[in-house]
Nanobody, 115 residues
Framework: QVQLVESGGGLVQPGGSLRLSCAAS????????MGWYRQAPGKQRELVAR???????NYADSVKGRFTISRDNAKRTMYLHMNSLKPEDTAVYYC?????????WGQGTQVTVSS
């Protein structure tokens, strides 16, 4: 059974920073690609950043240069460092793990960027 638990969301002013964490249970954490997605009100869920087992990363164009995804396999934890936050980054952020055709999701953590 895979469980993903996000933390670190909150309210931040424009230009501020946050670090999201995703703690995972289940075996063989290190071999599976993982990602961060987000969903704003009235919009579809979108990929923010993804990291593979060999630490290859890719980012949505809207966050390139501002967000950094990383993973600590020993701690079974994935991170999203978010800098220079903008109001349009406001969304619920979800952690995702890809196990073949099966996608597992966390419950989400709210990020609100507002003055």
């Amino acid at each position: 059974q895979v469980q993903l638990v996000e933390s670190g969301g909150g309210l931040v002013q424009p230009g501020g920073s946050l670090r999201l964490s995703c703690a995972a249970s289940g075996t063989f954490f290190s071999i599976y690609p993982m990602g961060w997605y987000r969903q704003a009100p009235g919009k579809q869920r979108e990929l923010v950043a993804r990291i593979t087992s060999d630490i290859s990363t890719n980012y949505a164009d809207s966050v390139k240069g501002r967000f950094t995804i990383s993973r600590d396999n020993a701690k079974r934890t994935m991170y999203l460092h978010m800098n220079s936050l903008k109001p349009e980054d406001t969304a619920v952020y979800y952690c995702n793990q890809e196990r073949g055709r099966a996608f597992y999701w966390g419950q989400g953590t709210q990020v609100t960027v507002s003055s």
